[in-house]
Every structure is written in C-alpha cells, then in structure tokens.
C-alpha cells in the first residue's frame, strides 16, 4: 500500500502541553501536507510544507521534514480542548495529477 | 458563502440500488476530486477532473462513475450499490498545480 503511516494512532493529552504527532511515507515528494478532521466533518488544511523545505511554522503550529528519512512531524503547542481531532498527514508526488496520499491518522484529544 | 458543498449530508439506501452525490465549488478551482473515507478512517482517492477532464481514476469499481458538467461541479453516481460501499464520501477541489485542497462536509453513505 502506498498509505503512508502515522503515529502515534491515539494522543491523549491535557490542555496546555505540546502534541507531537509523526508521519512516514514511502515516496518521493514534491510537498507534504497536514489536515484536521473534526468529528463528522471534512478535513481542513493546516499546512504545507515543500521537499526542499525542513521546517515550517504556522501560529501554534510547528512542522518538519526530513526527506532522507521520508518522514514528518507536526507539534501543536499550549494545546486547548478545540485542538481534539483527527491529524493527518498527505504527500503530494507531483507531476500531472498532483495526487494526494493520505497517512492513517492521529487521533488526539486534549483533555480540558 | 459555503466553499465545497455537498448534498445530500446523510444517505440510506438499499443494496441495488442506484444513487448519486452532488458537489459543487465557488472557488474558482480547476480541480475537483472524490475521496472515500471508511470506517477506520482511512481516506482514499477516488477521481480527478482538472477543468472537466478525469485526470485521476484509481482502482475503482465501474459501478462509479464521476461527471463533470463544468469546472465547478463533480458529480458521482454509484450504480448496484453494495454494503461494502457504505462510507463517507469527500468531495474537495485545488488551484490547478495541487497545492492545498478544499475538502467538503461529506455525504455519510450507509448500505442496508
């Protein structure tokens, strides 16, 4: 399977720690990518970061790349309750279709 | 103002039967994709139209079948439906080139 993996599956946490969640994938990449996924609802995109790029910032949020290890991570500090949901991470190979493969999740839940 | 709509939200139906999901996009996007989402969460592409044109068509049963009217609508009908195709479907669209994608709420299918 061409899925990438995630991990950890679950996070439980309580408010104000850092989350870190960690990704790996299989291909090479023109970018990587981090959604959230509320429960029920459609994903949110929080963030991109490209292959020539190893670190990237986004208000409380923090991302690596390590391309020479294919992997990713994505650290969410002073967590808050509306921080729980489902991350996950997508790589984009490039090329004509630009497709999207989706890692298999972390499920994190701050704790209030 | 809603970006990525889908209808309908919620859909039972029974096994053989034929349905179809409706996407549309006001963002002036030139690509439009299916994902389906099922039960462990994993999240898979489906389809791709950049601009009406099927650019993506991952292993899929036939019994799919994606129709573009126009650049801003993606349409999919599923024929004979199975209990195996019970899931939540996604519907999401992208600048031409990739980059970050904009998902809809998703349509919850449920197969009895």
Redo the contacts between chains.
């Keep these: 399977s061409q899925?990438g993996e995630e991990d950890p599956q679950a996070l439980s946490i309580q408010e104000g720690e850092n989350a870190t969640m960690n990704c790996s994938y299989k291909t090479s990449i023109?970018?990587l990518?981090w959604?959230r996924?509320n429960s029920?609802?459609?994903?949110?995109?929080l963030i991109?970061i490209r292959s020539n790029e190893r670190e990237k910032h986004s208000g409380r949020l923090r991302v690596t790349l390590d391309t020479s290890k294919k992997s990713s991570s994505l650290l969410i500090t002073a967590s808050r309750a509306a921080d729980t949901a489902?991350y996950?991470c997508a790589t984009?190979a490039?090329g004509?279709?630009?497709?999207?493969?989706?890692g298999?999740?972390t499920l994190l839940a701050v704790q209030p | 103002d809603t970006a990525?709509s889908q209808t309908p939200k919620y859909l039972v139906t029974q096994m053989g039967n034929d349905k179809s999901i409706k996407c549309e996009q006001n963002l002036g996007h030139d690509?439009m994709y299916w994902y389906k989402q099922d039960s462990k969460?994993?999240?898979?592409?489906m389809f791709?139209y950049n601009n009406k044109e099927l650019?993506?068509n991952e292993t899929v049963p036939n019994r799919f079948s994606p129709k573009s009217p126009d650049k801003a609508h993606l349409n999919l009908h599923i024929n004979s439906l199975e209990l195996g195709d019970s899931a939540v479907y996604?519907c999401?669209s992208?600048r031409r080139?990739?980059?970050?994608?904009?998902?809809?709420?998703?349509t919850r299918l449920t197969v009895t």
């Excluded at chain 1, 004509?96 to 989706?102: E, S």
């Design positions: 899925q023109n970018n990518q959604y996924q029920g609802r459609g994903l949110v995109h991109l489902s996950f984009d490039g004509a279709t630009n497709k999207l493969i989706f298999t999740g | 990525v690509t969460k994993f999240l898979k592409i791709s650019i993506i996604f999401a992208s080139g990739g980059g970050e994608q904009y998902f809809g709420p998703g």
